[in-house]
Every structure is written in C-alpha cells, then in structure tokens.
C-alpha cells in the first residue's frame, strides 16, 4: 500500500526563521506529488505539483522540491500570514490522492 | 470565476438521522471527488465520479454513506442512521482529466457533527 508520511508533525517558526517540511513516499510509478496549503476550517488549498526527480518549483516563500523517496518544502523568511497546515499528496491508481497527516506550521511576529 | 463550493458549511445533527451534502464543482470538470477528514489529519478518500459514473469507492464508505452525480454536474453525499463516528470535515474536489497533470480542487467543506 502507498505511504506518505511528513515530518514534523508541529513546527514553530519566528518570523524570518527559514526552515524545511519533509513529505516522504512509498509508491510505485509517481504520477506526481502534490503540495497543498489548508487554513483551519477551510479546504485545502493548491500550491504544487512536481513530477520528476530532481524538479523544484516556487512560489513566493515557498519552494518544493523532489527527489526519488521524498519532497521538501522550504520556507524562507516566513511571515505570519504563512501560518497553515501543510500536506503533501500522491495520486494512487485508482485516481484519488493519498494525503500525508500535514505538518502544522506556525509563524510568530 | 467560480470554485467548488459546497453547501451547507457546518452540519450539526442528532445520531441516528440522515444529512445530504451537495457540492458543485467547477463547470467544466468532469471528475468529481469526495474525501473525509478528522482532526490532525490529511483527508481520506471516500468515492469519486467521472461525469455521472462512480468509478471506486474506498472501504471507509459503508453501506450508510451514498452518493450521486446525476447529469454529471453537481453531487450530493448522504448519511444515513448517523453515528457519532461520522463527526469529520467532508470535503469535495473536482478536476478535469485526463490531462497528464491532473489536479484537484477542492471545496470549503462541510463540517459535520453527530450528537
């Protein structure tokens, strides 16, 4: 069975403080991995998709990356406002997405 | 421009009664999908449609949980005899495949609680 798993579940930042969240995977034939953005309350919101080793993309503070087993997603200098639940996502053969558990990521001023 | 939207937000009922969601999805998307999520963690998938047809269900969708896409367009979810187990965020995506880089939109939600 495909597995996500991210790390760290809870992650605390000062603002400025750059720092990275991991998104690891077990699947057979990537079909891409997915990055999404979830505020409390709401549904997630889309950031990301990379679809080969060694892709990177960004946005703003963010910027993923892929490699062969595993996705990170690098802050920099993270403001407030970037505070959010953070999830990582494969596509399964069946079409849906297998979701990671998220890390929770909080910015202080 | 529209996103998904799903109606209602925030569901309170009493266990043992039946709730509907209905989620519209963006027009012109064919793959309507619904995932459940609990507190702490990612959402889990739950059933998807391509236009009208329900291609796969998971085995987290007992026989108390339906759901249809008549015409293709908007779906509707329903849970009969709810329990308090159900009590999670239902959240509906959409997308439009198959394009090689597929990727789901998703809705605000629908947050349920069963008393």
């Known amino acids: 069975e495909d597995q996500v798993t991210q790390s760290p579940e809870a992650l605390r930042l000062q603002e400025g403080e750059s720092s990275s969240l991991n998104c690891s995977y077990t699947v057979s034939g990537l079909r891409g991995l997915f990055w999404y953005r979830q505020d409390p309350g709401k549904g997630p919101e889309f950031l990301f998709t990379l679809y080969s080793a060694g892709e990177e993309k960004e946005k703003e503070r963010l910027k993923a990356t892929l490699t062969k087993k595993e996705s990170f997603l690098h802050i920099t200098a993270p403001k407030p406002e970037d505070s959010a639940t953070y999830l990582c996502?494969?596509?399964?053969?069946?079409?849906?997405?297998?979701f990671g558990a998220g890390t929770r990521l909080t910015v202080k001023p | 421009d529209t996103g998904v939207s799903q109606d209602p937000r925030h569901k309170i009922t009493k266990r043992g009664q039946n709730v509907t969601f209905r989620c519209d999805p963006i027009s012109e998307h064919n793959r309507l999908y619904w995932y459940r999520q609990t507190l702490g963690q990612g959402p889990e998938f739950l059933t998807y449609f391509q236009n009208e047809a329900q291609l796969e269900k998971s085995r987290l969708l007992s026989d108390r949980f339906s759901a249809e896409r008549p015409k293709g367009s908007f779906s509707t979810l329903e849970i009969q005899r709810t329990e308090q187990g159900d009590s999670a965020m239902y959240l509906c995506a959409s997308s439009l495949a198959p394009t090689g880089q597929e990727t789901q939109y998703f809705g605000p939600g629908t947050r349920l609680l069963v008393l």
């Open positions: 996502a494969v596509p399964e053969d069946n079409n849906d997405m297998r």
